[in-house]
Every structure is written in structure tokens, then in C-alpha cells.
């Protein structure tokens, strides 16, 4: 796909939602975004140097019939949708014995119903134009796991699951669906759970940077436009459908040995 004309973000009141959109808003596409989040999002395109060509919706993602309504006005509004961005999410902390049905259930609902239920809702009208994209934003938890990740680190795994058995279903169609696979960002939200989760003896979350930083091979953590720069490529690279490409500084490309006990 060369240019995208109409381009759907979800969570995009979060940093790499609104990076997402600034990336196709610089291509010219018109740019529908939802989150729950309806201050914030409002706040963020109403900033927006390109605000003319960003739409923004209050939408509940656990609930499939705001889902469904969200993307059939969208469809209705500018007749397709080019590339789907699922973007939003939520971290569930607990183990096994501590987390709850219901935060497993809203990790699922958030993480895997709603960007199947989006995907369903846009494919019909991608296969008439001829093609389109999704990607899909995992993370490194879905492939190797820190402590107390369970329902976010099962449920983003099951997204890459769908990304490969949708880039096979619909790679005749030239729709082509792949994943995004970040390790720790510098943005907002991640501030604000290092800060409310990570941080209980307030000893400052530049320490807690510092610290996620020297665990990457490249001594840093990531940025939100280096997230979207990968998702501006996969959406518009002609042959790549049913991959997962990290985001992550090396960081799971190293191998981390245990002391010899
Ligand atoms: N920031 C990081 O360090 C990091 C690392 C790895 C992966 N990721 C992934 O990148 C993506 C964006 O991350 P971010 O840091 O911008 O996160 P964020 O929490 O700042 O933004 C996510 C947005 O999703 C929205 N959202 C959550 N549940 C929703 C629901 N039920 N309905 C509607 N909206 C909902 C939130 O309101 C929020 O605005 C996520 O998929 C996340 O898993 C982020």
C-alpha cells in the first residue's frame, strides 16, 4: 500500500496511540481514533498540529456493541478503512493465584475480543478495495516474561496468534496483518505504572529508567515514534503479512545466564 487515505487507532489517548496517528496524519490519511479515555483523547487532537485530519471517539472496548458501532461509522463516514492499529491496552498485575476472572477477562476483552471484533468489522470492505493492513501491538511480555504478567503477557501472546492465522486467511486478499512487538516505551502510562507499582520506596523513577535502560543491549529503553515508525512500516511494506518484529533495543536477543549456584 502506498498511501493509506483512512487509518483506525485504538487507545490512542495513550503516547504510542497519538505517535501512531502523528505518523499517517504526515502521510495525508484521515486518522479515526477511540479510546475510553474521552478528556484526554480530546485534549491530544485538539493540540494536534494536524487536528483537521484526526477524529476522535469515546468508545468502551469490552463492550462489542460500542466495538461495533465505533467501526461501522467509521465505514460509513469515509466508505473504508485501509489499516487497523490495535493499540489499546491495559497491564493486569497478578499471578496465577492472584489475579482475578475479572481482570483475565478484560485483559481478553481489550487484548483479543476487541481487535478480532474490529478486524471482522473492516476485512469485508479491505477485500472489496482490493487490500489493507492491521498491526497489531504486542509486547516483549508475550515472549518472555517478567514476574506477575499473566493475563497481560497471555492475552497480547494470543494476539500474536491471531496475527498469523488472519496474515494466512487473508493473504489472498492482499490484506496483510502483522504485530508490533515493543519492550518498555518512555511514555505516560509506562510513567505512571513505574510510578504507582514499581516505585514503593519513592526512590524517583529516573532510578527505575536508569535501571530499564542498562538491561538493553542498546542502554536505553524506546520511544513512542520508534514504535510507530515500525508500525508506519508494516502498514505500508507490499510483502511482509504474518510476522512480529521487536521494537526492543536487542533486549530479547540477550541471553541472560543465572549464577552457578
Ligand atoms: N509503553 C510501554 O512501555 C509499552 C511496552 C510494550 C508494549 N506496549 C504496548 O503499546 C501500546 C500502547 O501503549 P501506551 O504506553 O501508549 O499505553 P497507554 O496505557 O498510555 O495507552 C493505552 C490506551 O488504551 C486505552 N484503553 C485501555 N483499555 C481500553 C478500553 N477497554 N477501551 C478503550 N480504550 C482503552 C487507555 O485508556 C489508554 O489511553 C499497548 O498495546 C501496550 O501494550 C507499551
Redesign the pocket.
Known amino acids: 500500500m502506498d498511501s493509506p487515505s483512512v487509518v483506525v487507532v485504538?487507545?490512542a489517548?495513550?503516547?504510542?496511540?497519538m505517535a501512531i496517528a502523528g505518523r499517517f496524519a504526515d502521510r495525508n490519511a484521515r486518522i479515526v481514533l477511540?479510546?475510553?479515555?474521552a478528556d484526554a483523547l480530546r485534549q491530544r487532537v485538539a493540540s494536534h498540529p494536524r487536528r483537521d485530519q484526526l477524529e476522535w471517539h469515546e468508545?468502551?472496548?469490552?463492550d462489542p456493541a460500542q466495538v461495533k458501532s465505533f467501526i461501522a461509522g467509521a465505514i460509513k463516514r469515509h466508505g473504508r478503512v485501509d489499516v487497523l492499529v490495535n493499540?489499546?491496552?491495559?497491564q493486569h498485575d497478578g499471578d496465577v493465584a492472584t489475579a482475578s476472572e475479572a481482570d483475565f477477562e478484560e485483559a481478553f476483552a481489550?487484548h483479543m475480543r476487541a481487535p478480532f471484533l474490529l478486524s471482522k468489522a473492516v476485512v469485508p470492505g479491505m477485500k472489496a478495495a482490493g487490500g489493507g493492513a492491521i498491526v497489531n501491538?504486542s509486547?516483549?511480555h508475550a515472549q518472555a516474561v517478567g514476574p506477575g504478567r499473566l493475563a497481560y503477557a497471555a492475552t497480547?501472546a494470543g494476539l500474536l496468534g491471531m496475527t498469523r492465522s488472519m496474515a494466512v486467511d487473508l493473504g489472498r486478499h492482499n490484506i496483510r496483518v502483522n504485530a508490533v512487538i515493543?519492550?518498555?516505551?518512555r511514555?505516560?502510562?509506562?510513567l505512571k505504572a513505574w510510578t504507582e507499582d514499581r516505585d514503593p520506596e519513592k526512590k524517583g523513577v529516573s532510578r527505575l529508567y536508569d535501571h530499564a535502560a542498562k538491561q538493553h543491549p542498546m542502554r536505553r529503553i524506546g520511544e513512542a515514534d520508534e514504535?510507530a515508525e515500525l508500525v508506519e512500516f508494516l502498514a505500508t511494506c507490499r510483502f511482509v503479512t504474518g510476522e512480529e518484529i521487536r521494537v526492543d533495543g536487542g533486549i530479547l536477543a540477550a541471553l541472560r545466564l543465572l549464577p552457578i549456584d
Open positions: 485504538t487507545g489517548a495513550g503516547d504510542i496511540g477511540c479510546d475510553r479515555l468508545v468502551e472496548l469490552t493499540n489499546a491496552a491495559k481489550i501491538i509486547t516483549v497480547k515493543p519492550t518498555a516505551i511514555t505516560s502510562g509506562l514504535v
